[in-house]
């Protein structure tokens, strides 16, 4: 098994600019979540899903849109990119009623 | 809502020496706790957990931490560190029960430097 792999691992981007970072995991969890990094403020959740077909706001979510039409795959969208935004992207995923996440390498994304 | 702080943004320890990572949470419900480690450049890996049981528990690498409800802690140690135990770890808490909407938000602390000297 992969496990969780992110795409892509590196990018920049100029202000106004607009991406996908693309998430897949092949352990059939059903829960997946999009979190930043920054330096001294841990991770923060921007959005997550419980199934396929739903996605909720999380605790910073503007700027971002995400989908997740299938299972397997969570999309986060930056429609028109910022500085602030510039930070460590992580895609976690997990099982219903098992509590510990599994999480991606990063993408690490600067906005220019 | 729950919050995790990390008391000790970095703790800097010589090899072989004892170390522990403080952690504290506040919830107005029942939370899982874990810790995760984050080694240079990559994502995080799930080190421990507690769910419920025994108050103390074992992870991997040696690392063993102690859930004390009545002081809302989660403390991570460790006897003896290696230079290759120098990473990031995180303090995470999930609510016991649904939330709003039926989900369950995890809670990240802000990290703590654990750096090993030779």
């Known amino acids: 098994n992969a496990g969780v792999t992110q795409t892509p691992k590196f990018r920049v981007l100029k202000t106004g600019q607009s991406m996908t970072l693309l998430c897949a995991q092949d352990?059939?969890?059903?829960?997946m979540y999009w979190y930043r990094q920054d330096p001294g403020m841990g991770l923060r959740l921007i959005h997550y899903?419980?199934?396929?077909?739903?996605?909720a706001k999380g605790e910073v979510p503007d700027g971002y849109n995400v989908s997740r039409l299938k299972k397997q795959n969570f999309l986060l969208g930056l429609e028109s990119a910022a500085p602030s935004q510039t930070s460590v992207y992580f895609c976690?995923?997990?099982?219903?009623?098992?509590?510990?996440?599994?999480f991606g390498p990063g993408t690490r994304l600067t906005v220019t | 809502a729950q919050s995790v702080t990390q008391l000790d943004s970095q703790v800097p320890v010589f090899e072989e020496a004892p170390v522990e990572l403080r952690c504290n949470y506040s919830?107005?419900?029942?939370?899982?706790l874990f810790w995760y480690v984050q080694y240079p450049n990559q994502g995080l890996q799930l080190l421990l957990k507690?769910?419920?049981?025994?108050?103390l528990v074992k992870g991997i690498n040696g690392f063993e931490a102690e859930f004390n409800k009545s002081q809302t802690s989660f403390h991570l140690r460790k006897p003896s560190v290696h230079i290759s135990d120098t990473a990031e770890y995180f303090c995470?808490?999930?609510?016991?029960?649904?939330?709003?909407?039926?989900?369950?938000?995890?809670?990240f602390g802000r990290g703590t430097s654990l750096i090993v000297h030779p």
């Open positions: 352990m059939n969890h059903e829960y």
């Open positions: 995470a808490v999930t609510p016991v029960s649904a939330l709003s909407g039926g989900s369950y938000i995890p809670t």
């Open positions: 899903s419980v199934g396929e077909g739903t996605t």
């Open positions: 919830s107005s419900v029942s939370v899982y």
């Open positions: 976690a995923s997990r099982r219903r009623q098992v509590w510990e996440q599994y």
């Open positions: 507690y769910l419920s049981g025994s108050t």
